[in-house]
């Protein structure tokens, strides 16, 4: 794509290219995954990195559990107090 002299166009692409999501790994895909299912964007890269060192069924079925509840009000620190409070997952 050529750009030449008009800046806005250029500045237009790099927004849309930052936007689109990047991933390369099943860890990332899980994180992402557990954030869309907890309704917990702001906390995508905190769920990658416990996909990364915990099993993600495991991971997976814990928050979709908790997504079930309807009294749960903050679905992703309930996750969190679940995750290590309830001692429910190993290492992989």
């Known amino acids: 794509m050529e ?3 008009d ?3 250029y500045f237009d692409e790099l927004k849309k290219r930052a936007g689109e999501s990047h991933v390369y790994s099943e860890h990332q895909m899980v994180g992402l995954m557990l954030a869309e299912i ?4 702001k906390h995508k890269s905190l769920y990658m990195k416990l996909a990364k060192d915990y099993d993600a ?3 997976l079925r814990l928050a979709k ?4 509840r309807p009294n749960v009000e903050n679905r992703g620190a309930y996750f969190m107090k679940m995750l ?4 429910n997952l190993d290492n992989k």
């Not at 907890?38 to 964007?41: A, E, M, R, Y």
């Not at 559990?65 to 079930?68: G, L, S, Y």
């Open 3 to 5: 750009y030449g002299n």
């Open 57 to 59: 069924d495991r991971l």
């Open 38 to 41: 907890l309704g917990d964007d």
């Open 65 to 68: 559990d908790i997504a079930d």
């Open 7 to 9: 800046e806005n166009s």
């Open 84 to 87: 290590y409070n309830g001692k």
